[in-house]
């Protein structure tokens, strides 16, 4: 079963930019739709930002215009450029696949924006 390593989180001020990696065990070109998912203490896992195995994204209406994903099948890994950081950015991120059932949890990587 393929696993996830996420990594390129840190505290970053306001307009800030940071770039998250998310590295598989396996090949990610099976998994179809890969996904960033951030989550803020005492909120739920959201899904911020996805792309298919074709490079079609979508992203979740507060991070549009400011985050990119985007993924190499040959590195196995998928990328999360975050632009124009906002406190409320602030979350721990981790990736998985967006369609279908998902992989074990990675342990995330730490972002904080804060002057």
């Known amino acids: 079963q393929v696993q996830l390593v996420e990594s390129g989180g840190g505290l970053v001020q306001p307009g800030g930019s940071l770039r998250l990696s998310c590295a598989a065990s396996g090949s990610i070109f099976w998994l179809n739709v890969v996904g960033w998912y951030r989550q803020a203490p005492g909120n739920e896992r959201d899904l911020v930002a996805k792309i298919t195995s074709g490079g079609s994204t979508n992203y979740a209406d507060s991070v549009k215009g400011r985050f990119t994903i985007s993924r190499d099948n040959a590195k196995n890994t998928v990328y999360l450029q975050m632009n124009s950081l906002k406190p409320e950015d602030t979350a721990v991120y981790y990736c998985?696949?967006?369609?279908?059932?998902?992989?074990?949890w990675g342990q995330g990587t730490q972002v904080t924006v804060s002057s």
């Open positions: 998985n696949k967006a369609s279908g059932s998902l992989l074990p």
